[in-house]
């Protein structure tokens, strides 16, 4: 797997994820990247931000839509 840059442009386009509690709980916001896709904590805009490759988010995505996680 290639390796993700680190580095977040300041332009990244982050999203609240759709399943998303509203109710301070668990908050999540995901940005495209170049080289697949980065989570990170709403309450924490400039905490960790964790980094996907695209074969790992889609199947990330698959097994949560499944019910599998």
Same mark, same amino acid.
């Given at each position: ?9 300041p332009?990244? @386009?982050w @999203?609240?994820?759709s399943?998303s ?8 916001e ?5 080289? $697949? ?5 709403? @309450?924490?805009?400039? $905490?960790?931000? *964790? ?12 097994a949560?839509s499944?019910? @599998? *996680?």
């Amino acid at each position: 797997m290639p390796a993700i840059d680190p580095q977040l442009p300041p332009h990244a @386009r982050w @999203r609240t994820s759709s399943h998303s509690s509203t109710g301070g709980g668990q908050c999540v916001e995901v940005a495209d990247a170049p080289a $697949g896709t980065w989570l990170r904590d709403s @309450r924490d805009p400039q $905490g960790a931000v *964790l980094a996907f490759g695209h074969a790992a988010w889609a199947a990330f995505v698959e097994a949560a839509s499944g019910g @599998r *996680l």
